[in-house]
């Protein structure tokens, strides 16, 4: 077996969609939103494996599936092999110690009457894994750790007390608190400055050596993935259009939209011309998602097939480890 | 250059609080010609956006302008009485904002909007022409001309964000502040409203300020910069100046922080410490206590805005 220690197997996610009264009088079939529309991928142990998207394309829902705080419509989630969906609550609860969550909003995460330090260590007491002196013994030295400094003063403080990196540093403290062996960030570095930014990353990776943590990076920004990712996956409409290690699809992108994608991203330079047309219009509605290729539509490339028939994600030939959703490389 | 639309002179903008007051804006001086596009950029609370909301005197109270003056095609703002202000705001300036939803009626159709923009500045057109005229507009900006009976929440954030420039070309106005105005799009559709956007300056002389945190947009877009850090005005050059030779130690910590998608490199710089507190703001340079290069003479005395070539100023005692 490889160093999988997550595997997600034709996952699948459709919410269903509300419909009104009269709606439902005069349509009898339900719709669904394909949020996630059966991605294979896999997480291996320490290393930062990055999603990344525009919004719609379920690279959220994907992320909230394998923290198990969605259940799949269809699919598995393994977990060192262990397929989460057959865990009884209980088993479940006992794995979450493992697998940690960091959001953008540290706001609508933290709890605004609970002190840093408490909110911090919450889970320490929640697991009966320490309380008391010992509890504030270890969210000090984690403080420390994540440069949440002066420890012993900030620990009192309260959320709305803290800065804006402070408060992601104090979720940052506070996921690592039970030595997860996975986290979901989900942008979590979206809300604050660049220069903010550019430490936060920083502290991210020195966390994840000194803790062997593998990072699942959900995030719309190619730019801040760079300095992050070891491996990439591109989403499009809740399917993956391509992916490979980061300097695979950074540096030879195959799939069209992941051209367009790079090409969009502003670059810090009034010099830079952009290298690849823009696609046309906006993403669709994914209530019902073109059929074949569902980039197709946009493509500047697109031939009959690709309206046709679903490309599967394949190796690139002569590339190991890059793979592509899309029939223009698979046909030559 | 050609004529100036706006003169900034000696800003300055207080928010008192239950602490302190806080110096928003800080002795600021800036002028804007016509035709450029003036990329204003800092970090969150550097005073950037209350900057762009005292040039229209929307100052959130208790926010108040407490000097300086605003002269606006010769005009000077801070001497309008509300009503007057109020109707320059609708005809002469247009504001466009991060989120369009606050700027456009949710009960009223993209044609409603427009309609009543255009005539508002020529009140002679009739409903049919001004229809025209709406149709051809929308045409413009790329949108299908079906569309323009739907409401706002019916147009995607993209769309909504491409009405306001269509509003502000309706006015034909002599300034259009822009405040963040990609900062809540996608990738794409954010590269193709920046797209749509210079292709529409150039094509109507547009004069715009664009607000941004994003440094990329700012490259992409502006002919010059102007960049703030805690209040104060630091640096102003021309786009690639700046980019090319940063002078302001902020400046140049600013641009080596910004994640950059090139391969080449791989490494961000960091900026250590974080703005100061605006209630009590550090003595002499305000990036005294962040600056690598800070020397005795910078914890003294504050640098004021110097010449250092054409056009191009800096406030630091390193020129």
């Given at each position: 077996?490889?160093d999988n ?19 439902r009088?005069?349509?009898r ?8 529309d ?9 290393e ?14 994907t ?6 705080l ?6 598995s ?7 989460l969906?057959?865990?009884s ?8 110690q493992?697998m940690?969550?960091?959001?953008q909003d540290p706001?609508?995460s933290?709890?605004?009457r609970?002190k ?20 504030r013994r270890?969210?000090l030295?984690?403080m420390?750790?994540?440069g ?15 800065s ?11 996921a ?7 986290v979901?960030?989900d ?6 400055d ?8 920083q502290?991210?990776?020195q966390?994840k ?18 300095y ?6 591109i989403?499009?409409?809740?399917l ?18 992941t051209q367009a ?7 810090p330079d ?10 046309k ?11 074949g ?6 493509c500047?490339f ?7 028939e ?21 046909r030559? | ?9 000696n ?5 008192p609080?239950?602490a ?30 209350t ?8 100052l959130?109270p ?12 010769g ?10 202000m109020r ?8 504001m466009?904002f ?6 456009l009626?949710?009960?009223q159709?993209?044609?409603?909007h ?11 057109m009739?409903k ?5 005229r ?22 995607s954030g ?16 002599d ?7 990609t ?17 529409l300056q ?35 050059a ?23 998608i ?9 900026m ?21 290069y ?7 005395r ?7 070539g054409?056009d191009?100023l ?6």
């Open positions: 077996m490889t220690l997550i595997e997600v197997r034709g996952l699948k996610k459709w919410f269903p969609v509300q419909k009104s009264f009269v709606e009088l005069v349509t079939r339900q719709q669904f939103v394909h949020a996630v059966g991605v294979d991928f896999e997480i291996r142990r320490g930062v494996f990055g999603l990344a998207g525009e919004s719609g394309s379920g690279k959220t829902t992320g909230r599936l394998i923290l198990r969605v259940e799949p419509t269809e699919g989630i393994l977990f060192e092999g262990v397929d969906a057959a865990l609550d209980e088993e479940m609860r006992r794995m979450r493992r940690q969550a960091i959001f706001f609508a933290m709890n605004p609970m840093c330090g408490d909110a911090i260590g919450h889970s320490l007491e929640i697991f009966g894994v320490a309380r008391g002196e010992e509890k270890r969210v030295e984690m420390e750790r994540v949440l400094t002066p420890a012993s003063i900030l620990y009192d403080k309260y959320p709305h007390q803290l804006g990196g402070q408060r992601q540093r104090a979720i940052i403290a506070r690592l608190m039970l030595h997860p062996d996975l979901v960030a942008e979590p570095i979206a809300n604050v660049v220069s903010v930014r550019a430490l936060l990353l502290l991210m990776l966390l050596q000194d803790f062997n943590l593998a990072y699942l990076f959900i995030t719309h920004d190619l730019a801040t993935a760079k992050i990712c070891d491996r990439i996956a989403m499009y409409l809740g993956i259009c391509e992916m490979g290690t980061l300097e695979q699809v950074y540096r030879n992108p195959q799939h069209p939209y994608l790079l090409a969009a991203v502003p670059v009034p010099h830079a011309r952009r290298t690849a047309p823009l696609p219009g906006e993403i669709p509605s994914p209530i019902n998602p073109p059929p290729c569902r980039f197709h539509p946009r500047p697109a031939e009959e097939v690709c309206s046709q679903l490309p599967h994600l394949r190796p690139v030939p002569g590339d190991e480890g890059h793979l592509v959703a899309c029939h223009r490389i698979h030559a | 250059m050609s004529e100036p639309v706006l003169q900034i002179r800003l300055s903008v207080d928010y609080t239950r302190g007051v806080v110096r928003a804006v800080d002795d600021v001086s800036l002028t804007v010609y016509r035709g450029e596009v003036l990329g204003l950029v800092g970090e969150s609370g550097c005073g950037k956006s900057l762009g909301m005292a040039i229209l005197r929307l959130r208790p926010g108040k302008i407490v000097a300086g003056e605003i002269v606006f095609n005009r000077n703002l801070l001497e309008l009485d509300d009503e007057t109707h320059l705001r609708g005809a002469h300036i247009s466009i991060q989120d369009p939803m606050t700027c009626n949710p009960l159709r993209i044609s409603d427009v309609i009543e923009t255009i005539r508002t500045h020529r009140p002679e009739g049919q022409e001004a229809r025209k709406a149709t051809e507009l929308i045409d413009r900006l790329g949108i299908m001309a079906e569309r323009l009976d739907d409401y706002p929440h019916q147009l993209g769309m909504r964000q491409r009405v306001m420039i269509g509003l502000a070309l309706a006015l034909n106005a300034l259009i502040i822009a405040d963040e105005p900062t809540s799009l996608d990738v794409i559709v954010e590269a193709q409203f920046l797209d749509l956007l210079r292709d150039r094509q109507f002389n547009l004069t715009i300020i664009l607000i941004t945190h994003n440094i990329g947009v700012v490259a992409e877009l502006s002919d010059r910069v102007a960049v703030m850090y805690a209040g104060k005005l630091v640096e102003l021309d786009v690639h100046s700046l980019f090319d030779d940063p002078l302001h130690p902020y400046t140049r910590g600013l641009l080596n922080s910004v994640p950059n090139s391969l080449t490199e791989d490494h961000l710089q960091i250590d410490g974080s703005p100061p507190d605006l209630i009590s703001p550090p003595p002499g340079c305000r990036f005294h206590p962040r600056c690598p800070a020397k005795q003479e910078c914890s003294r504050e640098p004021a805005m110097k010449n250092v054409k191009r800096v406030a630091c005692w390193l020129y």
